[in-house]
């Protein structure tokens, strides 16, 4: 049974941290290696050794899992329970230098899944039957009766207000939810006829929030580790874009100047900041919001984030002109790199499960070849064994053009603070109202508001992971540590404002 209400496993390093890196690690090794691939089969036994299960009830168990998430992290489907497939199957067709991700991206593997009881309140062995029973005298649906001097809630009746929670003298009353749909904004989270977890595709944006929050391991998206390292020996030419959120991802000795170091021996070729991509989305936004409202429209949300922009679209498409048409800043940079280097392929780093949705659709393809998380990129590094205390610091300053507004992006807040810091300079008689949320949930929330007409005149900020971007599915440390990390790195920068850009003049050039 899971009694757990809200995202207790993000921030803890737990067994589900050491099977993904794991997966990842030999997913990366296998392509680097290269020959026959059918040895796949035989990495379930190397990541789960021995003859006794240590987390689930049979070690075949958990190798059937393992073996589903390393197709995962190859691009490849979950294969039928009902029909046999090897754990191979379509493996050389993978093998190739470019293939966008097939949908859907987020996958729950149905065998892993615990079947968790969806939203009940319910009430424990704590209860002492009193005699006042305000349970009962509290609930609107009469939903509780006592039996055997015990009470007990008619799940047919209930609707899961709380409030015999809130008045039980013993504290003896609980809700319990999935953790994946408490961590899921969009409530994509369904149930299949075996009462295990389903994704409804309909509503889910790919934001990740479930993956990183189901204590079973049963929810995977799909990699494109395995595409990258062929490109890579195939000699393309691959340039990193690599998101702001990347500071202190990889552990204190994993420096900027390192880390650009550590993703050049992976093969890759020269590595760019998407800061600077975040300063010229900034630099358009703060415009676009001048130009635009009230007069136009009557407020403007920011578009940076696509699962935000997507679940704005599908739950309020009144408001999707309302969105900002700035290119986001892993395009711009993507674009800015394609401009320099025409027959180069770009990937992107980043924190986020959600751009690899973006880089998928048709419109952004041709800029982002490749998106890998930080997670996934942990795993190249392990795969080559790379250690970030030998390692020596690459003299290319990449990290050393943005502005503080620019890395600022990677945090809750901060796109509307640089866009707002910008508008301050260009206009600084306009007064600027300014509201954010993030985390899907709130953010619906800040668009009812708007609804009712109570953020007229706004710039609105939405980011689907609660943190911000720090806290994305594809992130290796907990999200407070990420946004230290972040706000240090931003304080450092030697100019704040996104206008003071030395690329500024470049805007022009991605938006042919």
Known sequence: MCLIGGSFVRGIHTFVNDIRRSVFTEIARLAYEGGDYSRIAALPYKIIPGEVAEHRENIFLERAIVSERLRLAIGLPIRP??????VSDGITESAVATKYYDPPLVNIIPFACNACPPKQVRVTDACQGCLAHPCQEICPKGAIRTVKGKSVIDQEKCIKCGRCIEHCPYNAIIKIERPCAAACGMDAIESDELGRAKINYDKCVSCGMCLVNCPFSAIADKSQIFQLIHAIKAGDEIIAAVAPAVVGQFGPDATPAKIVAAIKKLGISAVRDVSIGADLCTIEEAHDFLDKV???QPFMATSCCPSWSVMAKKLFPQFAPYISMALTPMVITARMIKKEHPNAKVVFVGPCAAKKLEASRRSVRSDVDFVLTFEE????????EINFKEIEPDTDPVFDTATGAGRGFAVSGGVAG???????ELAPDRELLVDYAD????????????????????????????????????????????ASNVSRFQQEAKEQNSLRSPLADRLHDVEE
């Not at 329970?81 to 090897?86: G, L, N």
């Not at 990129?377 to 080559?384: P, W």
């Not at 640089?418 to 301050?424: E, G, L, R, W």
């Open 294 to 296: 009230p007069e136009q």
């Open 439 to 482: 985390g899907l949930r709130e953010c619906r929330k800040m668009l009812m508001l708007a609804k009712a007409g109570k953020r007229n005149g706004y710039l609105l900020e939405g980011m689907g992971c609660p943190g911000g971007c720090v806290a994305g599915a594809g992130t290796i440390q907990p999200a407070f540590k990420g």
């Open 377 to 384: 990129l942990q795993g190249m590094f392990d795969a080559k």
């Open 81 to 86: 329970v009902s029909e046999h497939a090897p």
């Open 418 to 424: 640089a866009v707002a810091h910008a508008i301050s």
